[in-house]
C-alpha cells in the first residue's frame, strides 16, 4: 500500500495513521513561563512557580495531535493559556485559557475551519493523598565534642533515648534533609567532611559512604520536586555552591552557585515540590535574603526577605503547606526564639513574637511527625550549655513552650522519615 506514515490520528485516503498510542512524551518538565510545542508530542507542564502561555505550532495538517498535562496540579493557582498564533481553536481566534488543577487538554487539529479541537479537556478528580512523614530522627552534632548518636522520634512526638552511634562524629549543623520519601540523609559538617549517612524508612542510620561535593559545615538542606532533595550554601570556605540528592540517596558533585555565598543559614520545603534557603550570614552580617528552588532543583538569584537578619535557625512543614522557621542567632537581639512563616509561595512573613515559656537558642534540630505536625529540639543556650528541649508545632503552625526532651543535650539536625506511625 502507497503512503505516507504521519504522526497523526486521522486517517485520509492513502495515508496510513500513527494512532495515538505512538504519541512521544517530553522527558523534560515544563517548569518556565513560556514553551512552543510541537505535533505528535506531549508534556508535562509544572505552573507552581509561575502561569504558563504554551505556543502552537504556527502550521498544521489535519489529524496533528498534541497532549499537556497539568503536572502538580497547580493550573488554578498559575493557568496556562494557550496562543493560538494565525489558526483557529474551536472556530474561534480566542487564545484559551486553562485554569482547573490536574486538568489535561488532548487537541487536536481539524481543518482551517475550526482550527484546533479538544479531544479531551478532562479533570482528574479523584486525586489519591501523598502519603505523609510520621517519624522523625536527631542524629550527629556537638556538645564541644563532635557527636554520633541518633534519637528517633515517633509519631506521636516522642524523642526516644540515645541510640549508639554510626559513622564519622562531626557537628553537621542543618545539612540533614528527608529524600525518597520516607527516609532521611545527614551529610557534609564542620571539619572537612563529605561524608553521607542514609536513614532508612525504619530509622536505621547507615554507615559512612563517599559523597560528591565540596566538603564544608553550616550548610542547609530540604526536599524539593516529589521525591528528592538539596543542599547548599556552607563554610569552609563559605561558598554558594549546592548538591542535588536524587530518591537513592546520591549526592551530586557542585552545582555552580547562586546568590549570596553564606553559611549558618536554614532551608525549608514549602508549597508543593518547593523550597527555600533564607537568612544566614556573611562575616559579621546577619541576612534575611532567601533563595527559592524550583520543582526540579534550580536555585533563584537573591530575593528581599522579611523579618531580622538571623542565622543559625531550624524550619520545619506542619499541616498542608505551611513552613515555620524559629529560634536562632541575630547580631542585635542575640538569641531569639521569634517565628517566620513562609507562605506556600515562598514569602517569608515578619517576626512574629516568641512564646512564653520557650527558651531562645541556635543550634536545634527540627523535624516534621505525625503526618501534619513538627518538633524543635536540643540546642545551645550559652556559656558553654547545651539543652534538650522541645517544641512541638501544631498543624495549624502554634509553637508549644519547653518540655522536657530525651537524649544527650546537644546542638543537632533533624529531618522526618517514614509513611508509617
Given at each position: 500500500m502507497s503512503g505516507i506514515v504521519q504522526n497523526n490520528i486521522l486517517r485520509s485516503s492513502g495515508t496510513i495513521a500513527v494512532t495515538a498510542a505512538g504519541l512521544s512524551w517530553n522527558t523534560a518538565v515544563v517548569t518556565g513561563s513560556t514553551v512552543t510545542v510541537e505535533a505528535g508530542n506531549g508534556y508535562w507542564i509544572n505552573t507552581t512557580s509561575n502561569a504558563c502561555t504554551i505556543t502552537l505550532p504556527s502550521s498544521a495538517e489535519a489529524g496533528d495531535q498534541i497532549v499537556l498535562i497539568d503536572y502538580v496540579r497547580t493550573w488554578g493557582t498559575n493557568a496556562i493559556t494557550l496562543d493560538q498564533g494565525s489558526l483557529k481553536f474551536q472556530g474561534g481566534e480566542k487564545n484559551p485559557v486553562y485554569t482547573t488543577d490536574g486538568q489535561s487538554v488532548n487537541i487536536v487539529y481539524s481543518d482551517a475551519t475550526k482550527g484546533w479541537l479538544p479531544l479531551e479537556d478532562d479533570v482528574v478528580a479523584d486525586v489519591p493523598e501523598a502519603p505523609v512523614t510520621q517519624k522523625g530522627i536527631f542524629a550527629f552534632g556537638g556538645d564541644g565534642s563532635d557527636l554520633n548518636m541518633s534519637n528517633l522520634v515517633n509519631s506521636s512526638g516522642v524523642i526516644g533515648s540515645d541510640v549508639t552511634g554510626?559513622?564519622?562524629?562531626?557537628?553537621?549543623?542543618?545539612?540533614?534533609?528527608?529524600?525518597?520519601?520516607?527516609?532521611?540523609?545527614?551529610?557534609?559538617?564542620?571539619?572537612?567532611?563529605?561524608?553521607?549517612?542514609?536513614?532508612?524508612?525504619?530509622?536505621?542510620?547507615?554507615?559512612?559512604?563517599?559523597?560528591?561535593?565540596?566538603?564544608?559545615?553550616?550548610?542547609?538542606?530540604?526536599?524539593?520536586?516529589?521525591?528528592?532533595?538539596?543542599?547548599?550554601?556552607?563554610?569552609?570556605?563559605?561558598?554558594?555552591?549546592?548538591?542535588?540528592?536524587?530518591?537513592?540517596?546520591?549526592?551530586?558533585?557542585?552545582?555552580?552557585?547562586?546568590?549570596?555565598?553564606?553559611?549558618?543559614?536554614?532551608?525549608?520545603?514549602?508549597?508543593?515540590?518547593?523550597?527555600?534557603?533564607?537568612?544566614?550570614?556573611?562575616?559579621?552580617?546577619?541576612?534575611?535574603?532567601?533563595?527559592?528552588?524550583?520543582?526540579?532543583?534550580?536555585?533563584?538569584?537573591?530575593?528581599?526577605?522579611?523579618?531580622?537578619?538571623?542565622?543559625?535557625?531550624?524550619?520545619?512543614?506542619?499541616?498542608?503547606?505551611?513552613?515555620?522557621?524559629?529560634?536562632?542567632?541575630?547580631?542585635?537581639?542575640?538569641?531569639?526564639?521569634?517565628?517566620?512563616?513562609?507562605?506556600?509561595?515562598?514569602?517569608?512573613?515578619?517576626?512574629?513574637?516568641?512564646?512564653?515559656?520557650?527558651?531562645?537558642?541556635?543550634?536545634?534540630?527540627?523535624?516534621?511527625?505525625?503526618?501534619?505536625?513538627?518538633?524543635?529540639?536540643?540546642?545551645?543556650?550559652?556559656?558553654?550549655?547545651?539543652?534538650?528541649?522541645?517544641?512541638?508545632?501544631?498543624?495549624?503552625?502554634?509553637?508549644?513552650?519547653?518540655?522536657?526532651?530525651?537524649g544527650t543535650a546537644r546542638k543537632t539536625g533533624g529531618a522526618g522519615y517514614s509513611y508509617t506511625a
Open positions: 554510626v559513622g564519622t562524629a562531626r557537628d553537621v549543623g542543618n545539612t540533614a534533609t528527608p529524600y525518597g520519601g520516607d527516609k532521611a540523609i545527614f551529610a557534609f559538617g564542620t571539619g572537612g567532611h563529605t561524608v553521607r549517612n542514609l536513614v532508612n524508612n525504619s530509622g536505621v542510620v547507615a554507615s559512612d559512604a563517599a559523597s560528591s561535593g565540596s566538603a564544608r559545615g553550616s550548610g542547609a538542606g530540604a526536599t524539593y520536586g516529589a521525591d528528592t532533595a538539596i543542599v547548599a550554601y556552607g563554610n569552609g570556605p563559605v561558598t554558594n555552591v549546592s548538591n542535588l540528592i536524587n530518591n537513592s540517596g546520591v549526592v551530586s558533585a557542585d552545582v555552580t552557585g547562586v546568590g549570596t555565598a553564606r553559611e549558618g543559614l536554614v532551608a525549608v520545603p514549602y508549597g508543593v515540590g518547593l523550597a527555600s534557603f533564607c537568612f544566614g550570614q556573611v562575616g559579621g552580617s546577619w541576612l534575611n535574603t532567601r533563595n527559592l528552588v524550583n520543582y526540579v532543583g534550580v536555585v533563584a538569584s537573591d530575593a528581599s526577605g522579611a523579618g531580622s537578619g538571623n542565622n543559625l535557625q531550624s524550619g520545619v512543614k506542619y499541616g498542608t503547606t505551611g513552613t515555620a522557621v524559629t529560634f536562632g542567632g541575630d547580631n542585635a537581639a542575640g538569641y531569639v526564639n521569634h517565628t517566620n512563616l513562609i507562605s506556600n509561595t515562598g514569602v517569608t512573613s515578619s517576626d512574629v513574637t516568641g512564646v512564653s515559656g520557650v527558651t531562645a537558642r541556635p543550634y536545634t534540630g527540627a523535624t516534621s511527625y505525625g503526618g501534619d505536625k513538627g518538633m524543635f529540639a536540643f540546642g545551645y543556650v550559652g556559656s558553654g550549655t547545651y539543652v534538650n528541649y522541645k517544641n512541638l508545632v501544631s498543624n495549624t503552625g502554634v509553637l508549644s513552650a519547653n518540655s522536657s526532651g530525651a
